[in-house]
DNA sequence: ACATACTTTATAATAGTTCTAAACTATAGT
DNA sequence: ACTATAGTTTAGAACTATTATAAAGTATGT
């Protein structure tokens, strides 16, 4: 067993989710990576399948990708509104959007500086504030 | 005929669209307003049935949304990962957005100022900046 | 090793959306 | 006004992403 896998069952007990193969196997695709990671679910299953020869049902990709995101590990984003998208980034950040490659890449918060913030409507707050820069290739 | 009417006949014969007893309504309901209007193709049914008593099927809702989304009436908001949702604000523009009431405001462009935006990955431009203000309710 | 709760899995169900093809209708040409 | 035609509406089928079901399999504490 690799120190990475070893890490992983750690922190899977640590959550309360026992250490099985496939929630192992699905935390090496996502977590084991330098930058962020953003994913569907189907790009997430063909990784598995294509990168690593193995066959985890379509249901327990789901069950997975939901149980993380409801212990914090993974966040959804609203981008799009036929699939959903994933993200390995749980904080408060802003994107680089490709609209046409669907392509998200995450910004540093220190690139971006709000100068002004709109007064919220009444007996509401802001919660959180989320940028998303729409790119497309230059020409 | 109201004036209102022959006003949606002329635009929707100017786009090449025919003006039927259903698109009429549709845009009655849709750009008869003081306000930004910010609808899911249920919730539109919903009204033209309720408040205008007509029965427009399902199909004709979606085409016509869509006809219009491609004239450039509506724009489609990438808002949720379930449901589709449009604007009747087709202008670049920030949004509040509850969550939990899944209620989506506009802003006035002079409400928000971005002081510094972040370097495109190389080969791409932004072609447009989107702000979201997740609001919650204040306690 | 055993009991048990948790997990995986194939499959069915659900929901939003798009497709299909037949009936209907707006419109241009006569 | 009549007709031909292309555009439109419609019910229902098909499609796709996601969730639910329930039976078989597995991790874990004793
Ligand atoms: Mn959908
Ligand atoms: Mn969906
Ligand atoms: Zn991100
Ligand atoms: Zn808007």
Chains 1, 2 share one sequence.
Do not use: W
């Not at 994913?39 to 249901?59: D, G, R, T, V, Y």
């Not at 959903?84 to 904080?91: M, V």
């Not at 609209?99 to 002004?116: A, W």
Request: hydrophobic share 30%; glycine share 2%.
């Amino acid at each position: 067993m690799s120190n990475i896998e070893a890490n992983y069952i750690a922190k899977l007990r640590n959550s309360g989710l026992r250490p099985t193969k496939q929630r192992i196997k699905i935390c090496e695709v996502l977590f084991n990576r330098e930058k962020t990671f953003h994913f569907s679910i189907s790009e997430l299953i063909k990784i598995i399948q294509s990168q690593h020869n193995q066959k985890i049902s379509l249901a327990t990709v789901y069950n997975t990708v939901h149980a993380f995101r409801k212990k914090g590990y993974l966040k959804e984003i609203s981008i799009g509104n036929d699939i959903s998208y994933f993200d390995t980034n749980t904080s408060s950040h802003h994107h680089f959007y490709d609209e046409y490659t669907r392509e998200l890449i995450d910004i540093d918060s220190q690139e971006v500086e709000i100068k002004k913030t709109p007064t919220p409507p009444a007996g509401k707050k802001i919660k959180d504030i989320e940028v998303t820069f729409k790119i497309s290739k230059k020409f």
